[in-house]
């Protein structure tokens, strides 16, 4: 583990310092960055390293570095070039771009040349199709790019220089621009000092200004108030709220009838959160009862009527209740059924006699 410099593992101290204790592991994106500013890349010694200072297992770290692509699991150049080929910039020239650079390099997609200057990938979009076709070295942006402009860009970094590019400040280095990632600021003199915004960028600016376009109610000369001052606002603003909180509504009076379970009343599913209610679901409990649950008493119907008898207040219901002329089916009118349930249980049809008759089947002629 004596793969990292002790100002590496000073820089991993101040990082892990940013969050709370109890939080510490939300380190570890800047700190996979902070590896890669050392070794070029994400390596096995990295993803312990990152393991070590957070208390994490290797697993853990190997799960987040192989998530995201901007961590490198093998050895990449000083220069990242990446060509969108997605839809927008195709369709502009993306990939004959790609494959300009590729047969001027003699590499293929996250190959690295053999002096390790320069690595070549495709990019699936660099979310800048309004200037495409694009590329980016070391995420800084070369827009409308041509085979013959990229090359230029590529022999230049190939000789030693570093070409400005279209948008952004001074092009660095993948170790350098992994520095800046891990949350610390770029101390080459005069880092920051060049780049601007492109013009399509600023066009939703100029229409605005154009036709008088502005947000109500804003004062650009509003001062940005400082963290502790918003702290404070945030902490009056809760007070005041406390304090004209409604009082809550009363609960709603419990049902007079009993429903026959022993189970007591818990809240509707959809005044919980999902993460309860999955709980609930898979580990049932004294305080959240379910049909299944231990102690937990379904009631149950009451025996069920003789064969005979329900043959017959069925046979009664249909006669009693004749197709409707909207072709509704029979059975609609629930009151003649009801009566004649509580005939079939009483033993007797609505004149008292038994519904049984010579044909055993319980209709009257």
């Given amino acids: 583990m004596n ?29 996979l960055h902070l590896v890669q500013s050392e070794e070029g890349y994400v390596s096995p010694a ?3 390293f990152c393991a070590e200072v957070l208390g994490l297992n290797k697993a853990q770290v190997g799960a987040v570095a192989t998530f995201y692509t901007m961590y490198k699991r093998k050895p990449t150049g000083d220069y990242l070039v990446s060509v969108c080929t997605n839809t927008m910039c195709d369709v502009l020239g993306g990939q004959a771009v790609y494959d300009a650079l590729a047969e001027h390099l003699g590499v293929g997609h996250e190959e690295t040349t053999a002096d390790g200057k320069i690595t070549l990938e495709h990019a699936e979009c660099l979310a800048a199709c309004d200037y495409g076709p694009v590329m980016t070295v070391n995420y800084d942006f070369f827009d409308n790019v041509e085979p013959q402009g990229a090359l230029g860009v590529v022999q230049e970094l190939q000789a030693g220089g570093r070409p ?19 949350g610390f600021a770029d101390e080459r003199d005069g880092a920051v000092a060049d780049g601007g915004p492109g013009e399509p960028s600023l066009r939703g600016l100029r229409l605005a200004e154009q036709h008088g376009i502005s947000v109500p109610g804003y004062d650009p000369k509003t001062p940005i108030r400082s963290k502790a001052e918003a702290d404070r606002a945030a902490a009056e603003a809760k007070a005041k709220a406390e304090v004209e909180k409604p009082a809550p509504a009363p609960e709603p009076a419990k049902a007079a009838a009993a429903s026959g379970s022993t189970a007591p009343d818990v809240k509707a ?13 898979r580990q049932p409990d004294a305080k959240t009862p379910v049909a299944d649950a231990p102690g937990t008493k379904v009631p149950t119907d009451g025996p069920a009527p003789a064969p005979r008898d329900a043959r017959a207040a069925e046979a009664a219901g249909a006669a009693a209740n004749p197709p409707a002329g909207d072709g509704k089916p029979a059975g609609d009118a629930a009151g003649a059924q009801e009566r004649n349930l509580k005939d079939a249980e009483a033993g007797t049809d609505a004149d008292g006699a038994d519904p049984a008759d010579a044909n055993g089947t319980g209709v009257r002629k």
């Avoid at 279209?166 to 170790?175: D, I």
Wanted: hydrophobic share 40%; net charge positive.
């Fill in 3 to 31: 793969v990292f410099t002790e100002e590496t593992r000073l820089r991993a101290r101040e990082i892990i310092a940013r969050y709370p204790a109890d939080r510490s592991r939300s380190a570890l994106l800047p700190l």
């Fill in 46 to 48: 990295g993803v312990e």
């Fill in 164 to 182: 400005m590019p279209t948008r952004g400040a001074r092009l660095c280095t993948l170790k350098e621009m992994a520095v800046q990632l891990a």
């Fill in 269 to 281: 599913p959809d005044d919980k959160s999902p993460q309860v209610r999955t709980a609930e679901t």
